[in-house]
């Protein structure tokens, strides 16, 4: 994983790069974020895979917080789905029927939002 900090507008930005797709967290004076990641990406846009799309929370010490079961939404496209966390994450599918590029933003009351791009070819 690489990691890269910047600031924009005196908010501190991180962007986490994987090799199922990126992250960015912006920090607005939030103690805890939203780290995003994918199982697969550049899948089929025929609708023969699913992508699963994990949401795990984390605090300012980057510890995962095992404990948490706030809501989690992911909204892609105006459609939200929104899961309890279980043991601080919380997971939703997705299955892309035609060729492009999704991106999904989770958010969740009182942390950093984040987002992550799904790619169908």
């Known amino acids: 994983m690489i ?3 910047s600031s924009q507008n005196g908010i501190l930005i991180v962007t986490r ?8 967290i912006s920090n607005e004076g939030y103690a805890l974020y939203v780290v995003v990641s994918v199982d697969k ?4 846009s025929d609708g023969s895979v699913t992508v699963t799309i994990t949401a795990e929370i984390f ?3 980057d510890a995962p917080q095992t404990s948490d079961t706030r809501n989690i939404t992911f ?5 939200t789905d ?9 997971t939703t599918t997705f299955t892309p029927g035609v ?8 958010t969740a009351d009182g942390c950093n ?8 070819v």
């Open 41 to 44: 990406n550049n899948v089929p």
């Open 17 to 24: 790069t994987t090799d199922n797709g990126s992250v960015m």
């Open 59 to 61: 605090d300012y010490l």
């Open 82 to 90: 929104t899961k309890p966390a279980v043991n601080g994450v919380a």
């Open 75 to 79: 909204e892609m496209g105006g459609v």
């Open 99 to 106: 060729p492009g590029t999704s991106v999904f933003t989770i």
């Open 3 to 5: 990691v890269e900090k």
């Open 113 to 120: 939002s984040a987002q992550i791009e799904v790619i169908a």
